[in-house]
């Protein structure tokens, strides 16, 4: 009895923290499964690859042309006359703006350059062309 009664008195000084890792455990789990699907989001082109790339640029204008020729400003289908309205309307928002062309592999080359002429005729001067890296290309010297 008298070692009972010492239990009672006695304070609390350590704190459990099992739950609270559990808990934390399970919340990186579900972020770590939903962020796929946030990025899967994306449009998906065939990029052309290359060995070596250089940094990527934060621009604010995506331009995506699929292979069936279709244009996409950030995300949203427009037609060229579209596309030129709203490249005028960012420039006047921001005139340092940039523009990162992406363009499927199996695009013509002289519709990616009729492209980047028309963005260049509304003043756009900052261009990227986005590509994606290619793994399994080796520097041969």
Known sequence: ???A?????????AINVTPLVDIVLVLLIIFMVTAN????ETMEVDLPRAANTGETVQGL???VMNKDGSLFLDGAQVSEGELAAK???ALSREPEIR???????????????HLIDSMKGQGIN???LNIEKDSSAQLHR
Do not use: C, L, P
Request: proline share 0%.
């Open 1 to 3: 009895m008298v070692a």
């Open 37 to 40: 699907f946030i990025v899967r």
């Open 126 to 128: 900052k261009f990227a």
């Open 5 to 13: 009664s010492q239990e009672v008195d006695e304070e609390i000084t």
């Open 87 to 89: 490249v005028r309307e």
């Open 61 to 63: 204008i995506n331009v």
């Open 99 to 113: 523009a990162i062309v992406s363009a499927d592999q199996a695009v013509n080359y002289g519709r990616v350059m």
